[in-house]
């Protein structure tokens, strides 16, 4: 037989489902890990500007009650009103645990503000290169997609979801474990020949998967976070913190203004 020429029709098209699995694969990896950065982004945006926007809400509605109150004028109290029911009511308990407790109790940051010891600081926008670099390698050798029959995508779907949540939680010493987990068990059987119906189905399906993933993309992407991801891709935290001190600037000149009305005659 000459070189490159194919032992069976199914062959090639076995070759070309193997290829298009690697890619979405990879493609689904650059997915996940956007959405880590995203999600992770938005607890620190939360956390680090959340209490900022508040103050200025607060201030600015405190501004318009002394402004009405000196001029008299209905508009101006319509003004104020509005303001003042544009704050926040005060949370019910499941919205002041949001964020600060989980099935395993309460989370660090709660611990802290509960026994007035320093709260740590947001956890980083992103997990260290090393992290990532575990997390694609498991991904690429345990994924679902590579499964060979039922049992196997089921034992692969439950290890990656462990997978998942080491990553997100930047846990080298986690996704080491994994992967010394994932090399000391079965190995995959060794594909089945005569089966080019499976195969068209499969492709297919890969064709499907890739459409789901890049609407995931596009709304992860075209999201409040996701924009403000894309102005600094390389330095996140900067950006954060660029809003801050803007907000913080905001913050104390309303203070004075309030300050300067209240302190009038």
Not at 141 to 148: I, N, Q, S, V
Not at 199 to 206: D, K, S, V
Request: proline share 8%; charged share 40%; glycine share 6%.
């Amino acid at each position: 037989m000459p070189p490159g020429q194919d032992a069976r029709p199914e062959d090639r098209l076995e070759r070309a489902v193997r290829s298009a699995e690697r890619a979405l694969i990879e493609y689904e990896i650059a997915v996940e890990t956007f959405r880590v950065e995203v999600e992770n982004f938005s607890r620190l945006h939360h956390q680090r500007l959340g209490p900022l926007y508040a103050r200025l809400e607060e201030l600015d509605a405190r501004l318009l009650a002394e402004r009405a109150a000196r001029s008299g004028d209905a508009e101006d109290r319509r003004r104020a009103d509005e303001a003042r029911e544009r704050l926040a009511p005060l949370p019910g308990v499941e919205e002041l645990l949001h964020g600060w407790m989980d099935g395993e109790g309460l989370f660090p940051e709660a611990v802290a503000m509960l026994t007035d010891r320093p709260v740590r600081p947001p956890r980083r926008v992103r997990p260290p290169e090393e992290v990532r670099r575990l997390y694609r390698e498991l991904v690429r050798g345990a994924h679902p997609d590579l499964a060979r029959d039922e049992p196997d995508r089921v034992r692969r779907e439950e290890f990656i979801t462990r997978v998942n949540a080491a990553y997100a939680r930047a846990d080298e010493g986690g996704l080491r474990e994994l992967s010394a987990e994932w090399e000391s068990g079965p190995r995959p059987p060794c594909p089945v020949a005569g089966r080019a119906e499976e195969l068209y189905a499969r492709l297919e399906w890969l064709s499907r998967r890739k459409d789901l993933l890049t609407k995931v993309a596009r709304e992860l992407e075209e999201g409040p976070v996701g924009a403000m991801l894309r102005l600094a891709p390389d330095d996140p935290d900067r950006l954060l913190e660029e809003i801050a001190e803007r907000l913080e600037g905001q913050v104390a000149e309303r203070e004075a203004e309030l300050a300067d009305l209240v302190g009038r005659p």
